[in-house]
Every structure is written in C-alpha cells, then in structure tokens.
C-alpha cells in the first residue's frame, strides 16, 4: 500500500472542502474541550439557516450537528494531535490543521487499498487483476476525489466493504451443511459486521438498513436446504448473536439523538428542509439520473460497473451468495435513495450517495479480468482487454482534471440559464468540464460556453466571473504547490 500513500501523499488538496464537514470537526473540537457534544450557539446560530448544519435541541436550547456523532469520531484523530503537539484548536470555526487532516486521509486511501486488495482475494488468484481492481477502483473513479476531500465518503467506504467481507464469510459459514452455530472465525465476521454496520448508523443514518438486510440474509443462509428438524435444533446463542447487536445499535442511535435533537426519533434532519430527505420525490428522476445522467451515472463515474455487469454470469454463477448479499443491498439503497428529492447530494462530484457500495459492486469485474486474460489469444479477448483499459484510462485522465482543481470548480464555473448553457453543463461529465477549463485556463473564451455566457450576462458580471474563475484556475487544489508561506499558516493556525 506504500504506492497507494505515495500517490495520496503527492495529491494532497490545498484547501478544505466547505460545508457539512465544519459542522462535525465542531463537534470533535468540543469533544476535545470540554467533553461535549453541543457547539457554541453564538457560532452555530451565525453559520448557515437554522438547522442547516446545527440543530436546536428545544429541551435544553443547546445546538448540535445534525450529523452523526461517528462523522466526529473520525475527524477526532488529527484534531487530537494538533492539540497534543500544542497547536490551538480553541476557537470556534477556526480551520484545524489541514496537513495533518491530509495526513489522516492519506492513512485512510492506504487502509482501504489494503481492504480492497484483501477483498478481492476472494474472487481472482492473479495478483496482477487484483492490483488492476484496486488502482481502478481508487484513482479511475470519482471515489479519488473523496480521498483527497475531507469528508465522510472515504470512511464509508471503508465501514461497508468491511462489513461485506465480514458478511459473506458469515453467509458461507451458515449455509454449510452440518450442525447449526458459529466458529471462531465465523463469531468474528459476525461481530466485524455489527461493529462496522453500528459505526456506519453512527455516521449516516439511512444506514440502518443494513441491519434488517443482515439479519433477513443471515436467516435465509440458515434456513436453505434445512428441515424443520434441524431448525428446531437452532443453538439459542445464534439466534441472540443475530438479533441483539442491532437491537443495541438501535438504542444507541436513538439514545444519541435524544440526547442531541431532544427526542429518540429526531435525526437532526427535522428542522432544515425535512422534506428533501423524506422519501417523496419520484422514484424515476433518481433511477435515471443514478443510472444514465452526465453528472451523476454510476456507469460514468465508476466505469468498472460497466466492466462488472458484463463478469456478472459468471461471478454470480461461482458466488452465489456473495452475489445475492450485493444485489439485495445495492436495489434496497438504489430504491430508497432514488426516491429522495435530494438524490443528487448537490455541492458533490458523482454519485456520492451510493458511493459506499460501489468498490464492491465492482467486484465481478474480476471475474470479467479473468475471463478475459484466459482468452487472450482470441481477437475478441484483445478487443475487451483494450476496450477496459481505454475506458479506465480515460476516466483516470478525468479524475486528475477535476482534482487540479478546487472542490467545488463546477459549481463556481456553472452560470447563466439559457438552453446553451443548462445543456452544456448538465449534459457533461464534470469531469469533461474541468478538462476544458483546465485547456483553456490561460484564455477562457476559448471555452465551449463562453460565446453563450457573453450573450446572456453583463459586461460587469461577466468581468467578475472571468476574475473569479481565473482566480480559482491559477490556485488550484494541490497542498504542495501552495506558496510556502500559504502552506504554514494552513497548518497550526495562531490564536
């Protein structure tokens, strides 16, 4: 994993990425402080709307993050040991220590290479297509973005495809013949899967579904193939193994939010536009734009899906469990996050939302890369093979064009109304739209949509935006080619 380190360490970003991630580093610093979970109010009231961010707990008039504490817990690392090597965190809103938070994100990228790697151990015995998923899945995907962006992507990442792998170790143990229970490799899967599946629920609560969807496969693994005979023989121990951790987890969760929002069944996304995470937005705009949109397909910002649906006979057809466990979660999540007005997950790159489960999914383009090296000889094998690795390569390429640039490149680029130009940035990748501000960067109306622009704002807008945009293109968003003095004061701010 040190070539995975390196290539983090080398792309480090020059600034935070802005919003949501304020909020919990907030509540990590006065985790640190003062052993609390509320914020400041006098600063929670001044950043963003009401409950926007911060939310008022109506018992106690105390706010909070409307994030989940697990969101503070991750951030808590290099936060602590910037206080620990005397550097101030004290003042509210105050950015931390971005070299140390790249440091912990370039420890984490390394920490889910390894797991990808380990994962794929169980699909391919060629070292070289296990690296080829790996490199693929890190850097030829939008999930290199939130590698490098300070948010919770990346460890969501890491949670679940742990708490694939401790799952279908347990699914295979509980569909073999024999006697009903667990051995010790079995137990640890298992406690694997609830500790990562608590710890996701801690982070986003829309994870909860995990846990009926781990129980309700667990429970067919058991009762494939079994009499009723030997059900009745069931230990009592398994059945309690399997249902009371996520009992807990539930507690816990909702322990947590009375705590936090003032009642167990608050999430803290109650006070700021409830309606936009309520499940009442039509199903279809989700699924198209999940599945086919320019800005938001998985198939374009994870082209080894495209890879893997073709190697998914074959996967499904030597891993049938595995397969069932992936498909069953992914159409669960896929329904009810398609169904969200806020699908989107806007001021993002891809499909952040379902960002969590795509590693895995990806996972039958191993057999896909197996296939195809054992028919190499054939031209139709050949014409795969170059196919894949032109795609890969070309989404790579696109990745390094958005991550030149800062977070939110597309969002500050995007202007006016007009048929042109909605058509031109929303019927893109994003990543094609940084590759042309990145090729014009030294004389913008050279850009595709510039003509438009000209025609549908004002001279003095117009001069504005110019500054702006090539102000941002000048900058960049690499730590290391930051001026010197840029690059200390982003590190252990004064009081």
């Known amino acids: 994993m040190l070539g995975i380190s390196a290539v983090n360490l080398l792309w480090m970003p020059g600034e935070f990425l802005a919003g949501d991630p304020g909020a919990w580093r907030e509540e990590t610093r006065s985790l640190l402080l003062r052993g609390e979970l509320n914020v400041p109010a006098e600063y929670a009231k001044g950043f963003g709307e009401p409950g926007q961010y911060y939310v008022r707990n109506e018992r106690n ?28 965190i004290s003042v509210p809103g105050r950015l931390p220590s971005l070299v140390l938070f790249n440091l912990w994100y370039v420890a984490l990228g390394a920490v889910l290479g390894g797991l990808l790697y380990a994962l794929s151990a169980a699909y391919s015995r060629r070292v070289g297509v296990r690296a080829l998923y790996v490199v693929a899945v890190m850097y030829g995907t939008s ?83 079994r009499s009723w005979r030997e059900l009745r023989a069931c230990p009592p121990a398994l059945v309690a193994t ?56 998985i198939f374009l910002y994870f082209p080894l899906l ?76 050949r014409a795969w093979a170059l196919v894949a690795l032109a795609s890969l390569g070309y989404s790579a390429y696109l990745q390094v064009q958005v991550n030149r640039l800062p977070f939110f490149m597309y969002y500050y680029a995007r202007a006016g109304n007009s048929p042109e130009l909605i058509s031109y940035f929303f019927e893109h990748h994003v990543g094609v739209i940084c590759d042309d ?42 730590y290391w080619t930051l001026p010197p003095e840029a690059r200390r004061s982003l590190q252990f701010p004064a009081p």
Not at 64 to 85: C, E, H, T
Not at 275 to 283: A, D, I
């Open 242 to 297: 399997l249902l009371i951790p996520p009992a807990l987890i539930v507690a816990l969760a909702a322990l947590l939010n009375h705590l936090k929002f003032g009642a167990p069944w608050l999430t803290g996304y109650h006070q700021w536009r409830p309606e936009l995470t309520s499940p009442v937005g039509r199903l279809s705009d989700g699924l198209w734009g999940f599945l086919f949109s320019p800005r938001f397909s």
């Open 61 to 88: 008039n105390l706010y909070y993050s409307k994030y989940g504490v697990g969101n503070a817990l991750f951030a808590l690392p290099p936060m602590w040991l910037q206080q620990a090597v005397g550097g101030d």
């Open 437 to 478: 501000l990145n090729r014009h960067r030294a004389n913008l109306e050279d850009l595709p949509f510039f003509a438009d622009l000209r025609r549908e704002i004002s001279p003095e807008s117009l001069r504005d935006y110019r500054a702006v945009i090539g102000s941002m293109l000048g900058r960049g968003n690499l």
């Open 306 to 381: 495209a890879f893997a649906l073709a190697g998914w006979k074959r996967f499904r057809g030597r891993y049938r469990t595995d397969a069932t466990a992936m498909l069953a979660i992914f159409v669960v999540f896929l329904l009810l996050l398609s169904a969200l007005p806020s699908w989107a997950g806007e001021w993002a790159y891809g499909p952040r939302y379902l960002l969590f489960i795509l590693p895995v999914l990806s996972l039958p383009f191993l057999a896909f890369a197996d296939h195809v090296l054992d028919r190499l000889g054939t031209w139709r094998a």
């Open 143 to 225: 999930l290199w973005y939130y590698q490098r962006a300070q948010s919770s992507e990346l460890y969501q990442v890491i949670l679940f495809s742990a708490f694939f792998l401790g799952l279908v170790h347990l699914l295979r143990s509980l569909g073999e013949r024999g006697p009903l229970g667990l051995d010790r490799q079995a137990a640890l899967s298992l406690a694997a899967v609830w500790l990562c599946a608590g710890l996701l629920v801690l982070t986003r609560v829309v994870y909860g579904l995990l846990l009926p969807i781990a129980v309700l496969l667990a429970a067919h693994a058991i009762v494939r193939g």
